[in-house]
């Protein structure tokens, strides 16, 4: 009897450790993918707003950030996205039930001071269509993208005129530097 129990102990153990480092390696294994995400589009934000100002720099965000995100999405076959409790464009950006937690979650140590750079997390979660591992990480606000995402009064008006035509639902400003302005969220089927 005791024997079966510890047996029984073991395998469960077992299985919890296999399940654990199958965590770690999806949780590498998508930072791998959304890090230099994050950092070739900051880079391209930069360097637009630097060349061509604000306006050039719409096509970012608008262009770029879904071409990138969409062109992981078919080489991989996870859904890799940008989402945001606040968004601008409801299409791509509204966070669902999953990552609106991990996002007010954010919003709440960021407040606390731990540093939303730092900001992740990653489950394995059960869907009625089946298994998924599931990832978001912080998209703190930076300088260069208070020209389209801060206060009313730092938005240049040109920028403010073609927000206003295009996004006419817009709710993606009032954010100040450091501030969680979204995330990057992966969701890979198991
Ligand atoms: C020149 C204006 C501009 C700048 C600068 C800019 N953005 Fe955006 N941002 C936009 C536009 C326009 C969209 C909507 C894109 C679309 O239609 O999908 C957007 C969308 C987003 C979204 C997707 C969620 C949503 O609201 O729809 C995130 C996240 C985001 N921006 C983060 C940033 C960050 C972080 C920076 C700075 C590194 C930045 N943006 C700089 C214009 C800008």
């Known amino acids: 009897m005791n024997k079966k129990i510890s047996l029984f102990a073991l395998l469960s153990l077992a299985t919890c450790s296999v399940y654990a480092e199958d965590l770690t390696k999806y949780q590498d294994e998508s930072r791998a993918v959304a890090m230099p995400f994050l950092k070739q589009l900051g880079a391209a934000n930069q360097k637009a707003v630097s060349e061509g100002g604000p306006d050039s720099a719409v096509k970012v965000c608008r262009?770029?950030?879904?071409?990138?995100?969409?062109?992981?999405?078919?080489?991989?076959g996870w859904k890799m996205t940008r989402v945001s409790l606040k968004v601008r464009n409801p299409m791509l950006g509204v966070a669902d039930a999953w990552e609106q937690k991990a996002l007010m979650e954010f919003e709440a140590r960021a407040a606390?001071?731990?540093?939303?750079?730092?900001?992740?997390?990653?489950?394995?979660?059960?869907?009625?269509?089946?298994?998924?591992?599931?990832?978001?990480?912080?998209?703190?606000?930076?300088?260069?993208?208070?020209?389209?995402?801060?206060?009313t009064e730092q938005i240049p008006d040109s920028v403010k005129a073609r927000l206003n035509e295009d996004y006419p639902h817009d709710k993606a400003t009032g954010y100040s530097v450091g501030q969680v302005r979204g995330a990057v969220s992966i969701k890979r089927p198991i």
């Open 63 to 76: 262009d770029i950030a879904p071409q990138m995100t969409g062109e992981v999405s078919r080489k991989t």
């Open 112 to 151: 606390k001071g731990e540093k939303p750079e730092t900001l992740e997390l990653s489950e394995m979660v059960q869907e009625p269509a089946g298994k998924y591992f599931r990832f978001i990480k912080a998209i703190p606000l930076q300088a260069g993208c208070v020209a389209c995402h801060g206060a």
